[in-house]
């Protein structure tokens, strides 16, 4: 949290952000380096010496990012669907989707659900223009959800 309010500080969003080579996936990543190049110019360092400090930045975001995405991913794969086929009435989905396993999960689900995300990251991966576009909206999408009910927090 304190690396991106400072990145707020030591940004020039238009010089950073409007190269061409940034986009929506590695945006985070092009900041948090500014942030360390930054900083490692406030405190005198050479060039090079400041560079490295924005890479060390940089690869910190990214390992928190995926250690955040692990532990999300984990999450995601088995509570919303378990949730969905355990608090269904039977009689809404086929019976082979709130079949349990002998572990007490719906393998079934779980198996349609990593079909549609396979599906979807083939469609994002070789669909072109139109997929990217796609894949913006659903990224977008993910950010409002994720943050709409902490602005409901907030203002109760």
Do not use: R
């Amino acid at each position: 949290i304190v690396m991106i309010v400072m990145c707020g500080f030591s940004t020039n969003w238009s010089h950073v952000l409007g190269k061409s080579n940034v986009n929506l996936a590695n945006c985070e990543y092009v900041i948090i380096n500014n942030l360390g190049v930054e900083i490692g110019k406030a405190f005198g360092m050479s060039a090079s010496g400041a560079q490295g400090i924005g890479l060390a930045f940089a690869h910190f975001a990214g390992l928190t990012d995926v250690l955040a995405g692990i532990g999300g991913a984990f999450m995601m794969i088995y509570s919303p669907i378990k949730s969905f086929v355990l608090g269904c009435d039977t009689h809404l989905l086929p019976k082979k989707l709130t079949k349990l396993n002998d572990k007490g999960m719906p393998a079934n689900a779980m198996w349609l659900q990593a079909v549609v995300v396979i599906a979807i990251i083939l469609f994002v991966a070789f669909g072109g223009d139109a997929a990217s576009t796609f894949f913006t909206v659903l990224t977008d999408m993910m950010n409002v959800s994720s943050a709409a009910p902490y602005l409901f927090l907030i203002g109760a």
